[in-house]
């Protein structure tokens, strides 16, 4: 990354990333040797085509599964290193999630949802609850507060899941194509209040997405292709 001699240093950096699965007798190459870097809040897109490797990408430097080889590195930390424990902890301390679906839990309430990360990460109730809030209230939901997700939009529930990924104000954001079940108005909405939310929050974050359009919309664009990076623009 080219920080204009600022000395920003690097969330993330992944070095020959590979990963392969085997079916039958084929073994089939997903990642063949990836090279990346994001800086501290910078947001970059991960493009390519269905089967290029970004979910696989974004498992991998998200420690939801093993059987990579390479490097990758997370705030300075080695994640190979990592037993079972460790990759917890970097998940819950460093990283934060977005899907495409928003797998929101259908029993608790939006704050809830946003709620239950900083629990977990061992804050306390009523600091959750006053982040859960803010974060809501800054993506146009402080009147939904109490809604469960089911009286929800699917725009509304993307914001959810949106501020349930910020909510333990991680220094990496992996979002696997945030938008891509939304009708194109409300993408480009949730996909603006995203950008805007993560940039004031001064998390970076890797965003895996098909759509051309609004991978313009973010500092950077790498392109994968057969399961290597061919182009960073």
């Given at each position: 990354?080219?920080?204009?001699?600022?000395?920003?240093?690097?969330?993330?950096?992944?070095?020959?990333?590979?990963?392969?699965?085997?079916?039958?007798?084929?073994?089939?190459?997903?990642?063949?040797?990836?090279?990346?870097?994001?800086?501290?809040?910078?947001?970059?897109?991960?493009?390519?085509?269905?089967?290029?490797?970004?979910?696989?990408?974004?498992?991998?430097?998200?420690?939801?599964?093993?059987?990579?080889?390479?490097?990758?590195?997370?705030?300075?930390?080695?994640?190979?290193?990592?037993d079972s424990d460790g990759r917890t902890r970097v998940r819950r301390d460093a990283l934060?999630?977005?899907?495409?679906?928003?797998?929101?839990?259908?029993?608790?309430?939006?704050?809830?949802?946003?709620?239950?990360?900083?629990?977990?990460?061992?804050?306390?109730?009523?600091?959750?609850?006053?982040?859960?809030?803010?974060?809501?209230?800054?993506?146009?939901?402080?009147?939904?507060?109490?809604?469960?997700?089911?009286?929800?939009?699917?725009?509304?529930?993307?914001?959810?899941?949106?501020?349930?990924?910020?909510?333990?104000?991680?220094?990496?954001?992996?979002a696997d194509e945030p938008t891509g079940n939304l009708d194109e108005h409300t993408a480009?909405?949730?996909?603006?209040?995203?950008?805007?939310?993560?940039?004031g929050e001064g998390s970076a974050a890797l965003v895996a997405t098909h759509n051309e359009?609004?991978?313009?919309?973010?500092?950077?664009?790498?392109?994968?292709?057969?399961?290597?990076?061919?182009?960073?623009?």
């Amino acid at each position: 990354m080219n920080d204009g001699g600022r000395g920003v240093t690097d969330v993330l950096t992944v070095t020959d990333l590979k990963r392969s699965f085997v079916q039958g007798d084929v073994t089939i190459e997903v990642l063949r040797g990836v090279d990346l870097t994001v800086g501290a809040g910078e947001i970059v897109a991960l493009v390519g085509p269905s089967g290029s490797g970004k979910s696989t990408m974004l498992q991998a430097v998200g420690l939801l599964e093993g059987g990579f080889q390479g490097s990758i590195r997370i705030a300075g930390e080695e994640a190979a290193q990592l037993d079972s424990d460790g990759r917890t902890r970097v998940r819950r301390d460093a990283l934060g999630f977005v899907y495409q679906f928003h797998h929101l839990l259908p029993d608790f309430s939006a704050a809830e949802n946003v709620v239950l990360p900083a629990l977990i990460r061992g804050g306390t109730r009523a600091e959750a609850q006053a982040r859960a809030e803010t974060l809501l209230t800054a993506l146009g939901l402080g009147h939904r507060l109490s809604h469960r997700p089911s009286q929800l939009s699917g725009g509304e529930q993307q914001r959810v899941a949106v501020a349930r990924a910020l909510a333990n104000r991680p220094k990496l954001v992996l979002a696997d194509e945030p938008t891509g079940n939304l009708d194109e108005h409300t993408a480009d909405i949730v996909l603006g209040e995203f950008l805007r939310l993560v940039r004031g929050e001064g998390s970076a974050a890797l965003v895996a997405t098909h759509n051309e359009r609004l991978a313009a919309k973010m500092d950077r664009v790498v392109r994968l292709h057969e399961g290597r990076v061919s182009v960073v623009s």
